[in-house]
């Protein structure tokens, strides 16, 4: 990864904020050091999706800089900034499909072999399991 700075960062959606209050962002100014591990939390609304849209060159903040390694790319697009940003849906999942490996469908083709066999018994377990679960 790199070294990334914001200098003076904010944003606004609305032109000419006045008042603190009309910031998605609100000023701020901090270091992220390469290979340190950084969380952003808080409410709702308090800035966390915006920075990381900022971040990763989906949003052009309308106060400071962001800097790559020293290098100002606040004016560059996503493209330009080899960086990705991932978007998760929790919500589209439940709980217990998220940490376990999907199965296949009893529709597809089966092998006959050993391996598919083991396979079969596997999701039959799994499926008594989800059933007593959802209880």
């Known amino acids: 990864m790199a070294r990334i700075e914001f200098q ?3 944003h606004a ?3 000419n904020p006045a008042t603190l209050d009309d910031y998605a962002l609100q000023p701020m100014s901090m270091v992220w050091e ?3 591990a950084y969380a952003l939390l808080g ?3 308090c800035g966390k999706t ?3 849209n900022i971040v990763s060159g989906l949003v052009k903040p ?3 800089k962001v800097l790559f390694d ?3 790319v606040t004016a560059l697009g996503a493209r330009e900034r080899n960086i990705a940003q991932v978007f998760q849906f929790p919500g589209d999942l439940r709980h217990h499909e998220r940490v376990r490996q999907p199965r296949v469908p ?4 089966q092998n006959t072999g050993s391996r598919s066999q083991e396979a079969r018994a596997r999701s039959r377990r799994h499926s008594r399991h989800d059933a007593g679960s959802a209880a």
């Open 8 to 10: 003076n960062l904010a």
């Open 13 to 15: 959606y609305r032109p």
């Open 34 to 36: 390469d290979g340190g």
């Open 43 to 45: 409410p709702s609304g």
């Open 50 to 52: 915006t920075l990381l």
């Open 62 to 64: 309308s106060e400071g």
């Open 70 to 72: 020293g290098r100002d």
């Open 106 to 109: 009893a529709a597809q083709p």
